[in-house]
């Protein structure tokens, strides 16, 4: 999936920061060129905070790159679908219908209402009908691929977000496929493995899970970060602030390590256990593998003990994923305080390499 560098930079945002990357690529080699991270302000409300102050986070993660090129957003949540197909061969010209219309029928939303984009892995269709015909009964051969499809109203709303920050959205992903991106970038999978990257957001954990066959598995839980904070916010009757500032080893921490350890682990076992589940489902679909390794990242995960509880509880081997440690950087950015919190940086960097080259419609 990972392209050569356009230029672009990704933007990733979320409920509570922007994160933004820009990369190069030279070959097989790709260069973090710039990283930037900015808070979204709180207001003291629950919900979605104002329009205007993710605004501002865009406008400042752009200001510290110094440039305001086009940029790349994603999406997630339950608006947005990735899934995979399999047909026989079939004339060009039909391949965009019949991929709407598997769209429309997978995916949990009206398809009218929505735009389908499609990348076709193998057996690249014939130009007309008697060709495929010969082709398919020649070998049986199959065209396989997947799509992503997004409401068209939360794709207007993200749009508008980057031109109220001054911004030009030229491209627009999906969390997990520039999750997996960024993994092919930093050449973490080996050959036969089947891999999990699990990002940890505010309001939604990204499943992304790719093997040899190059068929995505892409999932949102509705269950993150927020979840587990106001959890372990009750079993220890504090307020999130303190909770946070325990998570974070703060010398001023009110909530010792000792009485915390198991109060994350209980909270996050209810996280591992919706991550299970998606993973039994994953397991149903034709030829499967078991995943191998679970790579976690997303800024949550920098806390040493939501780490640890995440890694013991998950079915497979686990281990915290940092991009920014596993891809060369420039001096810039390794002395950029944003450096520090690389395993958050995941989607920012997936959709970094992307390339208008990389649309299909």
Request: charged content about 25%.
């Amino acid at each position: 999936m990972a392209s050569r560098g356009s230029g672009l930079v990704g933007l990733d945002i979320g409920s509570t920061s922007v994160k933004a990357a820009r990369t190069r690529r030279r070959g097989d080699r790709v260069t973090v060129t710039g990283v930037a991270q900015s808070a979204i302000e709180p207001t003291g409300q629950p919900g979605m905070p104002p329009e205007e102050k993710i605004a501002m986070a865009v406008w400042r993660c752009l200001r510290v790159l110094g440039s305001r090129p086009g940029v790349v957003c994603s999406l997630a949540g339950p608006e947005v679908a990735v899934r995979t197909f399999e047909f026989p061969v079939l004339p060009r010209h039909q391949l965009a219908s019949a991929v709407e219309l598997e769209a429309a029928q997978v995916c949990p939303f009206e398809v009218s209402e929505a735009s389908v984009s499609y990348h076709v892995l193998s057996a690249p269709a014939p130009k007309d009908a008697k060709a495929a015909e010969a082709k398919a009964g020649a070998d049986g051969e199959r065209i396989r691929g997947f799509f992503a499809a997004a409401r068209n109203k939360i794709i207007q709303h993200r749009k508008a977000l980057c031109e109220r920050g001054d911004a030009s959205c030229v491209l627009m992903d999906v969390d997990g496929l520039a999750l997996l991106n960024c993994l092919e970038a930093c050449q973490r999978r080996k050959a036969g493995e089947a891999v999990m990257v699990l990002n940890v957001g505010h309001a939604y954990t990204n499943v992304a899970i790719v093997s040899d066959d190059g068929l995505p598995f892409v999932r949102d839980i509705n269950f993150a970060s927020d979840h587990v904070l106001t959890r372990i916010s009750q079993m220890v009757g504090a307020s999130r602030d303190k909770v946070e500032a325990a998570l974070e080893g703060g010398v001023e921490a009110e909530i010792s390590k000792a009485k915390l350890q198991p109060v994350v682990r209980q909270a996050c076992a209810a996280l591992a256990d919706r991550v299970t589940e998606t993973l039994r489902y994953y397991g149903t679909r034709k030829s499967s593998p078991a995943v191998d390794r679970v790579y976690l990242c997303g800024g949550f995960t920098q806390s040493g003990a939501v780490a640890k509880a995440l890694i013991s509880l998950l079915p497979a081997k686990t281990e915290l994923w940092d991009p920014l440690a596993a891809l060369p950087c420039t001096r810039a950015v390794r002395k950029s305080p944003a450096a520090e919190h690389g395993p958050a940086f995941a989607v920012a960097i997936g959709l970094a390499l992307r390339t208008l080259r990389d649309v299909h419609d």
